[in-house]
């Protein structure tokens, strides 16, 4: 793995384009416009239960048409039947037919918000100390409006790409429910060729910050695990709550569940996550960070997994997980139950299937009386995870050094997921890119009062455009 390792971390000669970061002065004055695009998609609401992803995406329709992109290069699609699931994609034909295309995703649903719990109102653009508040401020019309802003500087320019280049903004990523349409897949399913590409930059990397506010590390999501949800359920004939019984399903279920927080399943490493440790592991002073490169050396260190795993943000990297989050049951205050349900929620490293997860969980129960069944929660496509190619990697490092000095970038895999899952079917490698570095401990994203760095935000933009213009010139 060293010399994979070597070259994901060289910093190889790359011709930056126009606007590199020696020149970021120049480009201040654009900076009104991009935030004024940004401040119109986070002040949009796109959640599903009230929001318009529609009104969002032609939002953005108006803003390229107005740059000069003909109407036939944009496509606003809006499924039969879902007026406010509408998305937006772009394609700009390159100099070059021969040469794959580029596809830019990014969705501009969000998370739901209410006011009442929030500082903020959620779905007003407040610049306050050095950060943007805001639903979806970082997840994900950040980078939504940096790749439209993109697309519009390029024609103000007069810049023409060698390849093509796409960007899909899409509807119903956040979407956890039969009730919520998700717009990438249905893209896939229904007009593949808008979608088609040969490579496609998402979601999913951005970065850690440093205790100076500035990046710590930038990340490039090359992997992720898949999101499968299981249903627990003990029935029995019940009675009245007068006569308590042994068998009674709430205790029943809640055995089963005490089983199911014991289930640590083994250590099950990829390319990507050894990667991560050994990289990670080499910045870190501590036991933590030795046990990290240790643990990429010899996946079968059971003392040094043991260590990394005491790490709740590192022990999703290294299995598969499974947790309860919802529970349900009984029928009344005076009755004994006769349904009590559970939902474990189980995120999948590249290379187990649900069907194997799902025999783990009845393995630890044990007990023939608990049921365990797939959700009929509509699920994602299991993720495929690209493979870390120099010519993808190599450039994201170099253009992170020029406009990050001494910040690593590294490849991750997440323990989330995004819809690249959704590309695989058209075998169209994903990658999560860095830029946008945030704090998970109080960046609020899917909580409260989310929020991004304006440094994080104008530096990422300045550096997503130099990497997507690389791209579509070479």
């Known amino acids: 793995m060293k010399p994979l390792l070597s070259a994901l971390l060289a910093t190889a000669s790359v011709m930056l384009p126009v606007a590199s970061a020696a020149q970021a002065p120049a480009q201040r004055a654009d900076r009104a416009a991009f935030r004024a695009l940004y401040k119109e998609l986070v002040e949009t609401n796109t959640t599903s239960s009230v929001g318009d992803c529609t009104k969002a995406a032609q939002q953005v329709q108006t803003r390229l048409s107005a740059a000069g992109f003909a109407a036939q ?9 879902r007026p406010r699931d509408g998305g937006l994609v772009v394609t700009w034909a390159g100099s070059n037919a021969k040469e794959s295309a580029l596809l830019l995703l990014a969705h501009i649903d969000v998370v739901e918000a209410k006011r009442e719990d929030w500082v903020r109102d959620p779905f007003v653009l407040v610049e306050e100390g050095g950060y943007f508040y805001g639903r979806g401020s970082s997840d994900d019309k950040a980078q939504a409006a940096i790749f439209s802003d993109t697309l519009i500087r390029w024609k103000q320019s007069g810049f023409k ?13 956040e979407g956890t429910n039969e009730r919520v349409l998700n717009g990438a897949g249905w893209l896939v399913d229904h007009r593949p060729e808008l979608m088609k590409a040969g490579f496609a930059f998402n979601e999913g990397g951005g970065g850690r910050t440093a205790p100076d506010g500035g990046p710590e590390t930038l990340g490039v999501q090359v992997s992720q695990k898949s999101p499968r949800n299981f249903v627990l359920e003990v029935t029995n004939r019940g009675g009245h709550s007068s006569q308590p019984q042994p068998d009674n399903a709430i205790y029943r279920l809640a055995a089963a569940l005490t089983k199911v927080s014991t289930l640590q399943f083994p250590v099950h490493l990829n390319p990507v996550s050894q990667a991560y440790l050994a990289q990670a592991g080499a910045l870190r002073k501590d036991s933590t960070g030795a046990a990290m490169v240790q643990l990429a050396r010899q996946p079968g260190d059971a003392k040094a997994a043991e260590t990394v795993s ?14 309860a989050t919802l529970i349900e049951g009984g029928h009344a205050a005076n009755a004994l139950p006769q349904r009590v349900t559970a939902s474990v929620n189980c995120r999948i490293v590249p290379g187990e299937t649900a069907a194997e997860t ?5 393995q630890v129960i044990a007990d023939p009386q608990v049921k365990v069944s797939p959700s009929k929660i509509q699920e994602r496509p299991v993720a495929v995870t690209p493979p870390l190619d120099p010519a993808i990697l190599k450039p994201i490092a170099a253009i992170g050094a ?13 323990a989330g997921a995004t819809d690249a899952t959704y590309l695989s079917k058209l075998n169209i490698p994903t990658y999560g890119i860095p830029g946008l570095w945030n704090d998970p401990a109080t960046a609020g994203t899917h909580g409260l009062n989310e929020r991004i760095s304006t440094d994080a935000l104008y530096r990422g933009r300045d550096y997503i455009y130099d990497l997507v213009t690389h791209f579509a010139s070479h």
């Open 358 to 362: 799902k025999a783990a969980i009845e």
């Open 402 to 414: 020029k406009h990050f000095p001494g910040i690593p970038v590294i490849p991750t895999q997440s």
């Open 310 to 323: 005491a790490d709740l943000s590192l022990n999703p990297l290294l299995r598969t997980t499974c947790v």
């Open 73 to 81: 290069d944009l496509v606003l699609y809006v499924p039969d039947g």
């Open 161 to 173: 790409p060698r390849r093509t280049v796409k960007l899909a903004l899409t509807c119903g990523e």
